[in-house]
């Protein structure tokens, strides 16, 4: 299958960020962290073609496979960057860019010693406040309720963000209907979802 439309290794992006070098048309640009195998990228960029949809993954087969599902449907508004989301939040997203930046069911990384690597840390928090436009939305959800307080606290004490606010669960309507296959796997084991968007002001 042709995947040069929809995935792109990190170190084949130009220096400076620039949205037309991934799409073929102009609009908000909402992005995934962690994408796994692009059921939100899917759903998204279909439910909305009037926005670009961008996930970063790091896992090679992962990127690959959220490609394929983007490729399979003929997607002109969804690509895949296999690489370190962190790293590009650091140093290529310019001010400004994004509408939505969506983090859904990171590693928790349970073990104290690791809890380092999460993703929902200072730096990546100030680089999403950085990067949102003036009433763009942070989208975090969790199925471990000590990362989601761990988050909020983190959130109040590190950045200028509105919320949390709530985010409402909706019965899906389909097998395929939830943001991610953890959500999927999380709600038909009937567990619980916490979720809080936050919105730059």
């Known amino acids: 299958m042709d995947l040069s439309r929809h995935y792109r290794e990190v170190d084949i992006l ?17 992005v995934e962290i962690g994408s796994g195998k692009g059921l939100f990228l899917a759903q998204a960029s279909a439910d ?7 996930g970063i993954e790091v896992a090679r087969k ?27 939040f650091q140093r290529w ?13 990171p590693d928790p990384w349970w073990k104290k010693r690791h809890k380092k690597r999460r993703v929902m840390n200072e730096q990546f928090l100030r680089d999403v406040e950085r990067t949102l436009v003036i009433g763009g939305r942070l989208h975090f959800w969790t199925d ?18 509105a919320g949390p606010l709530a985010v409402s669960e909706q019965p899906a309507e389909h097998d395929l209907d939830y ?11 009937e567990l619980p ?5 936050f919105e730059k002001r």
């Open 14 to 30: 130009p220096a400076v960020f620039d949205q037309a070098v991934l799409f073929e048309q102009g609009g908000p640009l909402e």
């Open 48 to 54: 909305h073609p009037d926005r670009n949809y961008l």
């Open 62 to 88: 992962y990127a690959h496979y959220a490609a394929a599902r983007l490729a399979k449907q003929q997607s002109v508004n969804g690509v895949v960057i296999c690489g370190d989301a962190l790293a590009l």
């Open 93 to 105: 997203f310019a001010d400004a860019s994004l509408t939505a930046v969506h983090v859904y069911f």
């Open 144 to 161: 471990v309720e000590e990362y989601f307080q761990t988050t909020l606290a983190l959130i109040k004490d590190t950045v200028n963000l």
């Open 179 to 189: 943001r991610t296959h953890f959500e999927r796997r999380t709600r038909k084991s």
């Open 193 to 197: 979802v916490y979720r809080a968007e």
